[in-house]
């Protein structure tokens, strides 16, 4: 059974660091590009991050270059999300997906929702003082 399910998530301060763990089971993991969305209250998903297959390539959205990281560990079937400097604005439930590929070790990345057809529950981030 493909799962991904996603932890790391809780309450922090401004400028404080957190890192969410996506861990997956029931696929090939290489075979797969994962990313990781969030949605804040009455607001629509976003893509924040996302890796290729291979873990060659990686994308981020603007508003999080800088202050976060994308990484896997396919022995371990995880995905990190490592977020530092983080703001209230970066509150909200962050989800990890993940879109089939034909093929291992692919160089594809995409942070477009309606791409992404299997997901986890989610994680909630709280950055507030």
């Known amino acids: 059974q493909l799962q991904l399910v996603e932890s790391g998530g809780g309450l922090v301060q401004p400028g404080g660091s957190l890192r969410l763990s996506c861990t997956t089971s029931?696929?090939?993991?290489?075979?797969?590009?994962i990313a990781w969305f969030r949605q804040a209250p009455g607001k629509d998903r976003e893509g924040v991050s996302c890796?290729?297959?291979?873990?060659?390539?990686?994308d981020y959205a603007d508003s999080v270059k800088g202050r976060f990281t994308i990484s896997r560990d396919n022995a371990k079937r995880v995905i990190y999300l490592e977020m530092r400097s983080l703001k209230p604005e970066d509150t909200g439930v962050y989800y990890c997906?993940?879109?089939?590929?034909?093929?291992?070790?692919?160089?594809?990345?995409?942070?477009?929702?309606?791409?992404?057809?299997?997901w986890g529950q989610g994680t909630q981030v709280t950055v507030s003082s």
């Open positions: 997906a993940m879109k089939g590929m034909y093929y291992s070790g692919s160089s594809y990345t995409s942070l477009q929702e309606t791409e992404y057809d299997r």
């Open positions: 890796i290729s297959g291979s873990g060659g390539t990686t």
């Open positions: 029931g696929f090939i993991l290489d075979y797969y590009t």
